[in-house]
Every structure is written in structure tokens, then in C-alpha cells.
């Protein structure tokens, strides 16, 4: 059975850091691409990074482009979310995703982003 556990969410300052995980079990990781989407009170979840299975092609959102970085360790099944220069506009509940059999979403983990 596919799981998705996401941690290392939080409340921090505007320009603090962050760094989320993401558990995968249930598949082989290393032959899937991985994703982190969130969703903002309001809003429509939002892709946020792509990473291929052997993190040969990785894509950001513009608006996380230089703040945030994606990567992945084939050998703990996690996939990672480093978010540095935080701004109140990422406040949002962030999820792990990964397209396997058919689509699977991780529960998310809480981001706050306020002074």
C-alpha cells in the first residue's frame, strides 16, 4: 500500500527556513518522479516543485524559484523540501505526491510564515 507521510512543517518568521519531508513507502521510489504541491486557505493546490526519479530534471514554480530546493535520498525512500527566504504568501498546508499506479497524496504538513 503507497504511503506518503510528510513532517517538518511549522510556524516561523518571515525570511526563516524550513525543511519538509516526505516519507514514501509501499512502492519502489526510485523509479518515480516526486512532487510537492500546497494549498493556501482559499486557494487551489498549487504544484511547487518537480523532481525526476534520479533528480536529473528538477522544476520550481517562479515564485520559489531561488528560495526553495527539491531533492530526494533513493536509499530512505524521503523526498525533502529545503524552503529558505520564507514569505507570509508561503503560509499553506504542503503535500508530497507521487504518480505511481494512479495518483497518491501524502495527508500535509502545516507551513506558517508570520512575524
Known amino acids: 500500500q503507497v504511503q506518503l507521510v510528510e513532517s517538518g512543517g511549522g510556524l516561523v518568521q518571515p525570511g526563516g527556513s524550513l525543511r519538509l519531508s516526505c516519507a514514501a513507502s509501499?512502492?519502489?521510489?526510485?523509479?518515480?518522479?516526486m512532487r510537492w504541491y500546497r494549498q493556501a486557505p482559499g486557494k487551489e493546490r498549487e504544484l511547487v516543485a518537480t523532481i525526476s526519479s534520479i533528480s536529473s530534471i528538477i522544476s520550481y514554480v517562479d515564485s520559489v524559484k531561488d528560495r526553495f530546493t527539491i531533492s530526494r535520498d533513493n536509499a530512505k525512500n524521503t523526498v525533502y523540501l529545503q524552503m529558505n527566504g520564507l514569505k507570509p504568501e508561503d503560509t499553506a498546508v504542503y503535500y508530497c505526491?507521487?504518480?505511481?499506479?494512479?495518483?497518491?497524496w501524502g495527508r500535509g504538513t502545516q507551513v506558517t510564515v508570520s512575524s
Open positions: 505526491y507521487a504518480m505511481v499506479s494512479s495518483p497518491y
Open positions: 509501499g512502492f519502489t521510489f526510485s523509479r518515480y518522479a
